[in-house]
């Protein structure tokens, strides 16, 4: 069945440090990858996302790259800032026997501190 | 622009109590999820209904039952409430492999 494995947290990092969390999945089709983010308090809300092999998705100067030889779509960011403080699920899509399936990692909680 | 609407969004609940969770999406989508968070353990699917009409198990569908009344409406039913139960529910709704799903507030859900 389908599976995503993403990094264990929590991750505490420093402002304007390098960001980035793993993800690889296990799928028996060709699924779209999904980054969604949860805020304290809050649902989830989308990130980013890519739906097709060496596409890659960007949004609020985080990205990440499909990567199909690899199965993986590893987030990252370049400078993180104390507002990025959240918990992050790589998820995949796909559908089998004419229904979608949506299935979620366990999440990486992310501390920034000043 | 309401997107996916659940209530209510706190509850507490004695052990053995019963409770509906709604859930109205206004997306026209096909597709309608269940989901509990628990720490440490991410979101596992409790159910999903694919159309209106049609309800399949998730990963987690013991001491649940569903109904997906209309094509905007999708609820989670707690018949007995158990303390394993306290947990936080979202509600997601999605069309298409290419598309996002898109997630409720949350209900926080206390059993005592």
């Known amino acids: 069945g389908n599976s995503v494995t993403q990094m264990e947290g929590p991750v505490t990092l420093s402002e304007e440090a390098f960001l980035t969390i793993n993800c690889t999945y296990t799928?028996?089709?060709?699924?779209?990858l999904f980054w969604y983010v949860q805020y304290p308090g809050e649902g989830l809300q989308l990130l980013l996302k890519a739906t097709k092999a060496d596409d890659k998705g960007s949004n609020k100067g985080f990205e990440a790259t499909y990567r199909k030889e690899t199965t993986s779509f590893h987030l990252e960011k370049g400078s993180v800032q104390v507002s990025d403080s959240a918990v992050y699920f790589c998820a995949l899509k796909d559908v089998q026997g004419g229904s979608e399936k949506l299935v979620f990692g366990k999440g990486t909680k992310l501390t920034v501190n000043p | 622009n309401a997107g996916v609407t659940q209530t209510p969004k706190f509850q507490v609940l004695k052990t053995g109590q019963s409770m509906t969770l709604q859930c109205a999406q206004d997306m026209n989508h096909n597709s309608m999820y269940w989901y509990r968070q628990d720490p440490g353990m991410g979101l596992r699917l409790i159910y999903y209904s694919a159309s209106e009409g049609t309800t399949d198990k998730g990963e987690v569908p013991n001491g649940y039952n569903v109904s997906r009344l209309n094509k905007r409406e999708f609820s989670l039913r707690l018949e007995s409430a158990a303390p394993s139960q306290t947990s936080v529910y979202f509600c997601?709704?999605?069309?298409?492999?290419?598309?996002?799903?898109?997630f409720g507030q949350g209900t926080r859900l206390t059993v005592v």
């Open positions: 997601a709704s999605s069309e298409g492999d290419r598309i996002e799903a898109f």
């Open positions: 799928a028996t089709g060709y699924p779209s």
